[in-house]
């Protein structure tokens, strides 16, 4: 009997260290996918749908925000967010794919080519790879919400949520700056 609960117990705290450690197998799984560019690798890190539909309302908020109370309230300038928001959230949809991040990484890779920012400065190496969660700091928010806060290239807060769906945790939503 003392056997089978301490296999049990030893079991609950394998279980328990797999799901705290998670959103960082997540971080590296999303790194190590962005390195390699491989974009079906990145699809078990990231809930494409969930994100799109996260960074979509934040971009429309910001349009909407934006563009101020006299815009929004003129019949012209109503029309023209309308306008704006659909092209904007076409964007996101079209962008915020596996085939999107995809295309984004093979441009970043010619262009990291290009100016010569390589691994060993050799213009025939691979690119340095790109790594947004380099400097974050991470945090748990709850058991099943954790965030990684990074700096962007201006030094403003890019903050990655990772959500627990089951014992995986994805990436469901980007913060951006205001």
Not at 98 to 107: D, N
């Amino acid at each position: 009997m003392k056997k089978w609960t301490a296999l049990a117990i030893v079991l609950l705290l394998a279980l328990g260290g797999y799901v705290a450690a998670g959103p960082y197998l997540a971080i590296n799984g999303i790194r190590t996918a962005l390195a390699e560019q491989d974009t079906a690798r990145l699809q078990k890190h990231v809930d494409f749908p969930a994100l799109r539909v996260n960074l979509r309302a934040q971009l429309q908020d910001q349009l909407a925000r934006r563009a101020g109370v006299d815009m929004q309230s003129s019949l012209f300038g109503s029309v023209a967010l309308s306008v704006a928001g659909n092209v904007l959230g076409a964007g996101v949809d079209t962008l915020v794919t596996p085939m999107g991040i995809g295309a984004l990484l093979q441009g970043r890779s010619m262009w990291k080519k290009a100016l010569g920012e390589t691994v060993g400065g050799d213009t025939h190496a691979p690119p340095v790879p790109a790594d947004p969660l380099k400097h974050a700091e991470h945090r748990y928010e709850s058991l099943s919400r954790f965030t990684a806060t990074a700096p962007d290239q201006d030094g403003d807060p890019v903050v990655f949520v990772f959500t627990r769906q089951g014992l995986r945790w994805r990436l469901t939503d980007i913060r951006l700056p205001l």
